[in-house]
């Protein structure tokens, strides 16, 4: 009978805890194996890219995790690399690639218009 | 003794949750950052006794006396096909004389470009004022939703007008993004009337002429710097189509084509809203 | 001479007729109009929101968005646009299928999306008019039948053919019993639902504000699992959701010291008896009316259902260790109030079988536990219990019966609907004031979403969620003026001319009100269901993404991620709709006319009785009618 509760309890524990450790672990390790870099995409009202400086090696492809947590359309597009989403869907999660080819400070943006804001809607990519 | 222990639980229970629900407040729009609320910049256009004949020259001297505005220029990306290369900022200056209004706009760019031939374009500069009192945001896209008056000056234009020399080349392209007819058409019908294009939008894609061209302009290029001067009657008869300037505030937008770069119809760079304070 | 005269006239009759066809038929192909629309969309509402136009015209709409992207999906001819501000989109069409069909948003623009809509009407709208002569015809049909019926039946029978107090025991069938008696059963499957509510709250917790649409906690709360339990479960299965439910899990762990095996029989904590003026329905129809002035914010944020779902479970575990039992099931649970009422009209039940074996068993140990079970935690007396209502489908009767005496049942619909007065005359037992008004709310909470949520009236929407607080206001009054005065007040005032008509002078008014409320059962359940089907069918494609993308991380767990937002049989949805609300109105039908056999003593007196009840019964009908399609 005691085997019973134990086995019911490990279920318990299981369901709940378990299962959020098992989520925010198994994220952690996707993210760090598959992407340079998490994006995300906010109005400036909300706060704006997430964060709005990256910098980035020279030479080395470049993945870019988009994520829209907004519930607006929001794009991106970072012209000086001719990388562009036209647009992002709310709740939608996009991946962008490209290899930098030259060293700087380069603008991206938002390509949608999506608040009153819209035209602030910008960050940097630092190559070094 | 056993009520203190639920008691306790309850307020331990309550505490936890509401620390939850705090913590999930603040990371409800992903990582808590500062939000910034950006001002529109505001351009002052004061009063000044004074006069320009463009016929003379766009008299730096005048403009030098005055304070710039720096207006930042993004990538036009709303649109295909987008601008190759950026240019990152305008000065704005402003006056009136009661009689006329005087913008004064200068930028950089390397080369000065004032002939049309195929795959070759027209630096070029513009300023939007909306027609709308209550203009509605979005129509920064070219007056969408409420009709906006574009004063397009263009360097090429600029050159026929005040020299008006013979057209170098006759030949046209026809392949062209939609927008940009009438870009890529260098042979033109007749002399322009003016350096400056007055248009009406009312959004991408119906830039027209209006039947009235009010405005004059002229430009200069030295040293990788262009100085384009336009001026206009302050007020004018037709206010469903001209802009107003009897509003002491009002919005404005910039735009710069770098022709070099192959900048044409969309493919700009284009500032944000301006508030325009006419004093 | 005759002869040639009446011949003359048919022949004239029919030319006249084949004249004035083929004019009309001139007259619709000729005059097929183009009609062009200037649809500006701007949150959370079109301008204009209502359009109208003929079958055949040719139909041009041009989409503006004033504020951020909106899109344009037109129900029943799947016609699809979208525009970006500062860009437009584009329809052409022939409006060849006539009705009223909703255009919706199809790109996420805000809190509101999924309630974004507008009305297109193709005239003439046969659907409405076949619907409504369908209620009139029904209506005629049953006062035919109740004015043909010359005695009370010795047994009630549902639509005459089915008799109502038919029990099929189902744990007939040894591995049921089997499954039944375990104590891993219900346990095993409210593990599965603890499972799924962690991964629903941690969506909620780590959605925050995000489109509610991509967001597992919100899609499987208000789309499956309320779908699920308004279409599917409660009018079939009852409380068959209270069965697995996860939420008192806590609370029974800490009252009882074990999880599984069989602990203490009264509950630790405080372990106090719910005040026995409030054991019934009214703290619930209360309760529940006050969680649905928050529906405007709840149903689309994921931030909104994490705090709700969190706060029942808070208030689960606090009751629990404050109160006796599943106090918190019984008296709190929002969702218990209608589960209880409508459970009268499922198929299935918990009885006992012989009642001579219980009457000779002394220890009653489905009352006071055994070392096998616990005594009723729903505090019922599983003994003698002869309604849903506020049976949990615990299961723990039997294991503690040692007789195996309780039984798992089989029935037609709306048994329960009329059980008489017990000895005992229990609350628990009988039709009620408070069950009345349950089943009277839930008819005009029904009434404020639809018009709110499957509406396309943008000043609603804005009421709802507060955009003003007059408006707010405004709609938390209106809410109550429909629910507790015009419902109830116009079924008062039917109620007093069914008397009047009767010529009873002795039956108390309130038994013919509490009686006849209890037609709006079989109505209510019927209408959710068409609600349901409205939120299901254009919007259940999400939950093919949440599966394979719960938090929006970018996961892809069972390759559906990219499954695009499509509305699907949103032709057929209009008819079923009302096909549902018609089922619903034959039942009401049925039992109503029972109702009032009950309510009168004579036959004359229950069919004049009647006659009132019936004209109310369409006139509510053509008005869901016209709510759903016209």
Known sequence: MKKNELAAAALVFLATIGTVLGIFGFENFRKSRLYTVELIARAPDNGNWYPRKITV?????????????????????????????????????????????KKGAFPFMCTVWCSDQHMNMTGEIVVE | MKKLVVVLITVVLLASFGGLVWYALRHSRGMPVEIETPQWLTLEAPFLEKEIDL????????????????????????????????????????????????????????????????????????????????????????GFLGKANIWHWKASQDREFWRKEERKSSAYADYHYPFEEQETFPVSKETPKSAVNDLIAIRVGTVTPKETQNIEG??????????????????????DVDAKFNIPKRLCAFAVWNGAKGDRGGRKSISDWVELEVK | MRNQNSSLLRALRTLTMTALFTVCLLVTICFAAERFFEIKAKRFVYTPNIIKVNKGDIVNIRLISEDVTHGFFLDGYSLNTSSHP???????????????????????????????????????????????????????????????????????????????????????????????????????????????????????????????????????????????????MVPIIGRFWCMMCPFPLIGDWIQRGKLINVGKQKSWGLSKRWPNKWRNLWPLVVLFWISTWFSGFFTVKPFATFVLLGAIILLAIIVAIFFDKRT???????????????????????????????????????????????????????????????????????????????????????????????????????????????????????????????????????MVTAKTLKGYLGYLGESFLVDFLLIPGSLLIFAYLSKKLSKNKEVKLKDVFVNFSYCLVPVGLAIWAAFSLGIILPNGSYLLHIISDPFAWGWNLFGTANFPWTPVFTYAMYYLQVVVALIGFIFALDFGFKFSLKTYNTIEEAKRGWVPMLIYLIVIHILFLKLFVG
């Open chain 1, 57 to 101: 090696p020279f030479g080395k492809k470049v993945k870019i995790l988009i994520r829209n947590i907004e519930t607006v359309t929001h794009g991106f597009a970072l012209p000086d690399f001719n990388v562009a989403v036209k647009e992002i869907k709310a709740g939608e999660v996009v991946v962008v690639e490209f290899t930098p080819d």
């Open chain 2, 55 to 142: 016929k003379e020259g766009i008299s730096q001297g005048l403009w030098d006396s005055l304070g710039a505005k720096e207006i930042k220029l993004l990538y036009q990306v709303m649109v295909m096909p987008w601008p190759k290369a950026l240019t990152p900022l305008v000065k704005a200056k402003a006056f009136h004389n009661k009689k006329e209004i005087y913008f004064y706009l200068e930028w950089n760019d390397d080369t000065e470009d004032r002939i049309l031939e195929v795959n070759k374009f027209s630096d070029a500069c513009a300023a939007m004022f909306p027609l709308d009192e209550k203009t509605q945001i979005p129509s920064l896209m070219m």
């Open chain 2, 218 to 239: 002229r430009g200069f290029w030295q040293d990788g710097v262009w100085r384009v001067v336009i001026k206009r009657m302050l007020n004018t008869a037709d206010t």
């Open chain 3, 86 to 232: 500062g860009q437009e989109g584009s329809l052409k069409f022939t409006a060849d299928k006539t009705g009223r069909f909703s255009f919706r948003c199809s790109v996420t623009c805000g809190a509101l999306h999924p309630y974004m809509m507008g009305h297109l009407f193709v005239l003439p709208n046969s659907l409405f008019m076949a619907g409504a002569f369908t209620i009139l015809l029904l209506g005629i049909a049953s006062l035919i039948f109740a004015l043909r019926k010359k005695q009370k039946d010795e047994r009630l029978k549902l639509f005459g053919i089915i008799p109502l107090d038919l029990r099929f025991p189902l744990t007939k069938f040894k591995p049921l019993r089997t499954l039944l008696k375990s104590r891993w059963f219900p346990f095993i499957l409210i593990m599965l639902n603890l499972f799924i509510f962690t991964v629903i709250l941690l969506a909620g917790f780590i959605g925050g504000l995000s489109s509610g649409s991509y967001n597992f906690g919100v899609m499987l709360v208000w789309i499956l699992w309320w779908v699920l339990l308004m279409m599917f």
């Open chain 3, 328 to 462: 918190f099931c019984l008296f709190v649970c929002p969702v218990s109030g209608f589960q209880g009422l409508y459970a009268n009209f499922s198929m299935i039940g918990v009885r006992s079988r012989d009642p001579e074996t219980c009457r000779k068993h002394t220890l009653k140990t489905c009352v006071v536990g055994s070392e096998k079970g616990y005594g009723c935690p729903w505090m019922e007396i599983p003994f003698e219990m002869n309604r849903n209502t506020y049976c949990g489908l615990c299961f723990e009767c039997f294991k503690t019966c040692p007789y195996d005496n309780m039984d798992l049942v089989l029935r037609p619909f709306g048994q329960d609907l009329f059980v008489e007065k017990r000895r005992t005359d229990e609350i628990y037992h009988r039709r009620g004031t408070d069950e009345a008004f349950k089943a009277i709310t839930m008819v005009g909470i029904f009434l404020s979403f639809f018009l709110a949520f499957q509406g396309p009236y943008g000043h609603l929407k804005d």
